[in-house]
């Protein structure tokens, strides 16, 4: 029998998730406060600013890529329930900021480029792992139990498919703007990024941990059914 | 591995071939459904080709096609493993997982390589494009694209050999992550395709991409294989 819900698992507290959406919700009124502040690009203008947005929810991207490996690596060699529960919950954020990434970029794009989407080596790649993330996510709703290894493997093939999406710029031609673009951005620009990046990551938290705490209390949930069903069949 | 890993590698890989050499029930369906793929582009796309795209869409619709068919060889060389549950057999067997792995990899790839053979062939004559100009590069490009693609499908393949609704997730799980496969392959053919510039400078760097990709992913399926069979 695969245990879901170990009964030992720490009840959820709602303390933690609250001090999370505090900071976040402080951090995300002073980035907004400081992108409005900050200094307008001289050929691009305000569609410049959608940068604060797309940059960080791509890191966000990437980073739930590399939880999402990591907690399937812990569960694939390791065993571990929380593991998968991590790798899961992850997996969502991924889909939910790929999202953000995959909206806001063409945005730009249209009025850089003068098209919404570019077949370069980074939009494509960043669309894969986009692709990979919900192919987890589809695997663990709609396999069953036999297919969370398999989405585990799916996990760690996009783990591989990461650095492809960082470094493409050096590896292939791209006209996508390349990764020192944020060392020359003015004072205030720099500003503001950062804090975005700050906002958006306490973001990421403050979900990671609403979603981590839904997943443990339904495995806490199920483990009750096993062992409400195993007291039954006991009297009977 | 030493070499009785690699005799197991063999049998292994000889079984399923055996089996198909005697049933040819893969080869046939596979064929014909290959065979369809092509002629259903073919039609769909009838005098719309643009002369100067001709190269670029008969390689795309080789690796479209190599692709979808693909995931029947993938489908049907795992599921006779689940037929008497001769998996279990082979699982509890002396016999180590990463060559079981490498067994089904060499049999899928060669049933996939026999049926690409008669695509390149039909693409040629449906879209008019040079498909054996250059044929040690076409073999080239073929065997490392369709090992790409089978080293991840058999770990995927496996792992959903109890899955519910098992065929219509394989494809659905398997094509982003073979994508990069893809994208290589058919970008390498479509150069070799070109009979007016046939330029063999991007041929090669995509056949080094391929190769890359191929020993990443044949790592990551070494490794993967048997935690993934392994549970449940």
């Known amino acids: 029998m695969t245990n879901i819900g170990s009964p030992t698992d720490t009840p959820f507290k709602s303390t933690r998730l609250l001090v999370a959406a505090g900071i976040t919700f402080v951090l995300l009124v002073l980035a907004c406060l400081a992108i409005a502040d900050a200094p307008l690009e001289k050929v691009m203008g305000v569609v410049q600013k959608i940068f604060y947005f797309h940059v960080p929810c791509a890191w966000l991207l990437l980073l739930s890529t590399f939880v999402c490996a990591g907690g399937s690596l812990s569960y694939l060699f390791g065993g571990s329930e929380r593991g998968d529960r991590i790798a899961l919950s992850a997996a969502e954020l991924g889909v939910l900021f790929g999202l953000c990434v995959l909206v806001s970029g063409p945005l730009w794009a249209r009025a850089a480029w003068g098209v919404y989407w570019q077949w370069e080596a980074r939009l494509t790649s960043s669309l894969l792992l986009w692709l990979m993330l919900i192919a987890y996510v589809l695997a663990r709703r709609y396999g069953g139990s036999s297919a969370r290894r398999l989405a585990a493997a799916i996990a760690l093939f996009a783990a591989v498919d990461v650095p492809l999406v960082y470094f493409s710029v050096r590896f292939f031609r791209s006209i996508h703007p390349n990764n020192t673009v944020v060392a020359t951005l003015v004072p205030g620009m720099r500003a503001a990024f950062w804090l975005s990046l700050l906002a958006f990551t306490a973001l990421w938290i403050t979900l990671f941990i609403a979603r981590m705490a839904a997943e443990n209390a339904q495995g806490r949930l199920v483990d009750l059914e096993l062992r409400l069903d195993q007291a039954e069949e006991t009297r009977s | ?232």
């Open chain 2, 1 to 232: 591995m030493n070499v009785s890993f690699w005799r197991y590698t063999m049998l292994i890989a000889g079984k399923d071939l055996r089996i198909e050499g005697r049933s040819r029930e893969v080869l046939y369906t596979m064929g014909f459904s290959a065979a369809l793929v092509v002629l259903v582009f073919s039609f769909a796309m009838a005098n719309a080709t643009d002369p100067a795209q001709g190269p670029i869409t008969a390689a795309g619709v080789l690796w479209a096609a190599t692709l979808f068919t693909g995931t029947v060889a993938l489908s049907r060389v795992l599921d006779r493993e689940r037929e008497n549950e001769s998996i279990r057999s082979l699982l509890l067997s002396p016999v180590p997982r990463a060559a079981i792995y490498l067994g089904k990899l060499i049999a899928t790839a060669i049933l996939m390589l026999m049926v690409e053979v008669l695509l390149a062939v039909l693409v040629g004559v449906l879209f008019s494009a040079a498909a054996f100009a250059h044929p040690i590069w076409l073999v080239t490009i073929l065997v490392l694209g369709t090992l790409g693609f089978a080293s991840c499908g058999v770990v995927f393949s496996a792992a959903l050999l109890r899955a519910r609704s098992r065929d219509a997730l394989l494809g659905a799980l398997l094509f982003p992550i073979v994508i990069p496969v893809l994208l290589a392959a058919s970008r390498a053919t479509a150069c070799l395709f070109d009979p007016l510039a046939p330029d063999l400078e991007p041929v090669g760097f995509w056949t080094r991409f391929l190769l890359a990709t191929d020993v990443i992913y044949i790592s990551l399926g070494l490794w993967l294989f048997e935690p993934v069979v392994a549970g449940d």
